[in-house]
């Protein structure tokens, strides 16, 4: 099992950047495919970005595209979101989530098996 801890989430106007970052232990990610989500108030958690296990392929909800970037530091056992151009609609608690290692996962939260706690991302217009 990976534990999971999620951080950078904050207040910011429309328009601005942050980083989220999602710090790991228990297990080395480096062998797990690793994505973001986001819940706002009265909505199902929805997808934002995936990697996989290598870090050769990235996937992106349509909102996001050309907005976020997910990447991950192995050596830091830390995964990655930056957003960019943040908009209101944005506005929501974001999780990490971990897969099983070596396999693959898709935009369905129930091919991962490890969340984190959440960081609240609220974007003010």
């Known amino acids: 099992q990976v534990q999971l801890v999620e951080s950078g989430g904050e207040l910011v106007q429309a328009g601005g950047s942050l980083r989220l970052s999602c710090a790991a232990s228990?297990?080395?990610?480096?062998?797990?495919?690793m994505g973001w989500f986001r819940q706002a108030p009265g909505k199902e958690r929805e997808f934002v970005a995936r990697?996989?296990?290598?870090?050769?392929?990235?996937y992106y909800a349509d909102s996001g595209k050309g907005r976020f970037t997910i990447s991950r530091d192995n050596a830091k056992n830390t995964l990655y979101l930056q957003m960019n151009f943040l908009k209101p609609e944005d506005t929501a608690v974001y999780y990490c989530?971990?897969?099983?290692?070596?396999?693959?996962?898709?935009?369905?939260?129930?091919?991962?098996?490890?969340w984190g706690q959440g960081t609240q991302v609220t974007v003010s217009s």
């Open positions: 989530a971990a897969g099983r290692e070596y396999t693959s996962t898709t935009s369905n939260p129930r091919t991962f098996t490890d």
């Open positions: 228990g297990r080395t990610i480096s062998r797990y495919p």
């Open positions: 990697i996989t296990w290598n870090g050769g392929n990235t």
